[in-house]
T-cell receptor, first 114, second 115 residues
Framework: DSGVTQTPKHLITATGQRVTLRCSPR?????VYWYQQSLDQGLQFLIQ???????AKGNILERFSAQQFPDLHSELNLSSLELGDSALYFC?????????????FGNGTRLTVT | DQQVKQNSPSLSVQEGRISILNCDYTNSMFDYFLWYKKYPAEGPTFLISISSIKDKNEDGRFTVFLNKSAKHLSLHIVPSQPGDSAVYFC??????????????FGKGTKLSVKP
């Protein structure tokens, strides 16, 4: 158990809809990362937050947004969903955001857009 | 443009033998490399890492080798056990640069260890 909690585990929705994925980091971790894993692809970095502030942005679409709240949990919002957004979305946390400490991943949210 | 490449999608080895998983990278700014292991229906878990100031790091049955001039790293598992069967991801980052610690992952290699 990594200590990172992601909800929901599965999500099925229709094109054009909006969903929110939630992540609770490990106790004591200040940095949260979001990754997307599409079929037969590696994990693609989306965005990183550190102590409530955006730290780095990767290949995140404009239709996607995220935030980290004062209690350090994070939400990833996906809107105007398309079929191609179907993927596994992983949240990870680390003690700091420097890369010196390994990331601890949750078990992911599997999003299916129909 | 893939900055981290794992060219072997799968690898099958016999229990007790050595497993060698390979990874190549293109970005010379990368200075910290990690291997993650992933079982089905679970998130990746950290396995071992290596800084660019070293060329080898060992942790029990797992050893990572880094060849900076070739921009190549490899993970050796000796001896391989059936429980090692999983997808292995290579990842890289630039600790001091603009990536701010986010990891760039390869597509993974699925290792099967047969009893």
């Amino acid at each position: 158990d990594s200590g990172v909690t992601q909800t929901p585990k599965h999500l099925i929705t229709a094109t054009g809809q909006r969903v929110t994925l939630r992540c609770s980091p490990r106790s004591g971790d200040l940095s949260v990362y979001w990754y997307q894993q599409s079929l037969d692809q590696g994990l693609q970095f989306l965005i990183q937050y550190y102590n409530g502030e955006e730290r780095a942005k990767g290949n995140i679409l404009e239709r996607f947004s995220a935030q980290q709240f004062p209690d350090l949990h994070s939400e990833l919002n996906l809107s105007s969903l398309e079929l191609g957004d179907s993927a596994l979305y992983f949240c990870a946390s680390s003690v700091d955001g420097t890369g010196n400490s390994p990331l601890h991943f949750g078990n992911g949210t599997r999003l299916t857009v129909t | 443009d893939q900055q981290v490449k794992q060219n072997s999608p799968s690898l099958s080895v016999q229990e007790g033998r050595i497993s060698i998983l390979n990874c190549d990278y293109t970005n010379s700014m990368f200075d910290y490399f990690l291997w993650y292991k992933k079982y089905p229906a679970e998130g990746p878990t950290f396995l071992i890492s290596i800084s660019s100031i070293k060329d080898k790091n060992e942790d029990g049955r797992f050893t990572v080798f880094l060849n900076k001039s070739a921009k190549h790293l490899s993970l050796h598992i000796v001896p391989s056990q059936p429980g090692d069967s999983a997808v292995y991801f290579c990842a890289a980052t630039s600790q001091g640069g603009g990536s701010q610690g986010n990891l760039i992952f390869g597509k993974g290699t699925k290792l099967s260890v047969k009893p």
